[in-house]
C-alpha cells in the first residue's frame, strides 16, 4: 500500500516568509508526527497528532511554529516568518494506534526546507 | 524526559565483516526500541525493532539484543554488504504516555567492497 507521502519535496523560501508543509498519513493510521532533522543530526521531536488533536506539541521551537490535522488524516505544518535556522529537513510519521508507547512508526520522505 | 546516547558515531567495515552499534536509554519505563535506516535523501526506514517482553530478536541478518537491566540496546548486522551503507538511529519512547520517539544522534556506516 502507500507509505507516507510529504509535499513538497523541497522548499525555498526567503528569510521573513510563511511556509506550509503538507503530510498525508498511511490510510487507517490514527497517529501522526512530526520530526525535525537538521544537517548531519538526529532527529527532534516537535508534535503529535491522535485524530485531530495535539496531545503533545512540546518539541516545538517556538510560537512561529504551528500545525493542524483535519479529518483524522491530512497534516499541515506552518512556520511563519521563516528564520535561517529554520533550514531543515521536515519529516513526518504515522502509526496505528495499538498501545501508548509502542507504536511503530513510518516515516515519509520528508521535505527539505531552505531559508535564504 | 528520555535521553538515548548511540556510539559509535562513524563505523567502517570491510564487505564480509559484522557490524555492531550500541545504544543507551535513561528512563527504566521505555519498553520499545526501533531501528531505523536513513540513505541519503530519504526518510528512515524502520529495519528492525524490539519489545522488552524478549532480549533479541532477528530477522536474516540483522538481531537487536536489549539488556533492560543495563539500560541498553544493540544492532547487530552479520555478512555486511556496500548496500548496508547508510546512517543508522537507534530511538526509545519519549517519556510520555503518548509514544513519541528520542532517537540517538545517529551512526554513519560504510561498508568497504
Known amino acids: 500500500g502507500a507509505g507516507v507521502s510529504q509535499s513538497p519535496s523541497n522548499k525555498v523560501t526567503e528569510k521573513g516568509k510563511d511556509v506550509e508543509l503538507r503530510c498525508d498519513p498511511i490510510?487507517?493510521?490514527?497517529?501522526l508526527y512530526w520530526y525535525r532533522q537538521s544537517l548531519g543530526q538526529g532527529l527532534e521531536f516537535l508534535i503529535y497528532f491522535q485524530g485531530n488533536s495535539a496531545p503533545d506539541k512540546s518539541g516545538l521551537p517556538s510560537d512561529r511554529f504551528s500545525a493542524e490535522r483535519t479529518g483524522g488524516s491530512v497534516s499541515t505544518l506552518t512556520i511563519q516568518r521563516t528564520q535561517q535556522e529554520d533550514s531543515a529537513v521536515y519529516l513526518c510519521a504515522s502509526s496505528f494506534r495499538t498501545a501508548p508507547r509502542t507504536d511503530t512508526q513510518y516515516f515519509g520522505p520528508g521535505t527539505r526546507l531552505t531559508v535564504l | 524526559g528520555e535521553n538515548v546516547e548511540q556510539h559509535p558515531s562513524t563505523l567502517s567495515v570491510q564487505e564480509g565483516d559484522s557490524a555492531v552499534i550500541k545504544c543507551t536509554y535513561s528512563?527504566?519505563?521505555?519498553?520499545?526500541f526501533p531501528w531505523y535506516k536513513q540513505e541519503l535523501g530519504k526518510g528512515p526506514q524502520l529495519i528492525i525493532d524490539i519489545r522488552s517482553n524478549v532480549g533479541e530478536k532477528k530477522d536474516q541478518r540483522i538481531a537487536v539484543t536489549l539488556n533492560k537491566t543495563a539500560k541498553h540496546f544493540s544492532l547487530h548486522i552479520t555478512e555486511t554488504q556496500p548496500e548496508d551503507s547508510a546512517v543508522y538511529f537507534c530511538a526509545a519512547p519519549g517519556g510520555t504516555s503518548y509514544g513519541k520517539l528520542t532517537f540517538g544522534q545517529g551512526t554513519i556506516l560504510t561498508v568497504h567492497p
Open positions: 490510510s487507517g493510521h490514527t497517529a
Open positions: 528512563d527504566s519505563a521505555s519498553n520499545y
